[in-house]
């Protein structure tokens, strides 16, 4: 009978410690289902802000292209005015030139 009580007080030990170990595991669990959510929390946040960034990217790129564009269209506005300008100087010593010749 003694070895059966023994075996009944080794199997109600091991029941205890295998309680203890389950608790103790649904705690741990418990713990990472809670960093698991932070973290994708933080993770949704860090996809918003990337989005936000990117668009900000774009809208920065296309204002620089057009900025570029009016550098350009001013660097174009100048040379029509010099070229205006020197093409008004030769008709002016054409016109000199014709009335020298009467």
Do not use: H, P, W, Y
Not at 18 to 37: A, F, G, T
Not at 60 to 68: I, N, Y
């Amino acid at each position: 009978m003694s070895t059966v009580s023994a075996q009944l007080d080794n199997v109600v030990e091991k029941t205890a410690k295998l309680i203890e170990l389950c608790l103790s595991l649904q705690e741990e669990n418990d713990m990472l289902k809670l960093e698991n959510q932070s973290i994708k929390v933080a993770f949704e946040a860090s996809k918003d802000k990337n989005k936000d960034l990117e668009e900000k990217l774009k809208a920065l790129t296309f204002a620089r292209s057009l900025e570029g564009a009016e550098l350009k269209n001013e660097a174009l506005s100048e040379k029509t005015l010099d070229i205006k300008q020197k093409i008004n100087d030769f008709v002016r010593e054409i016109d000199k030139c014709i009335e020298l010749l009467k």
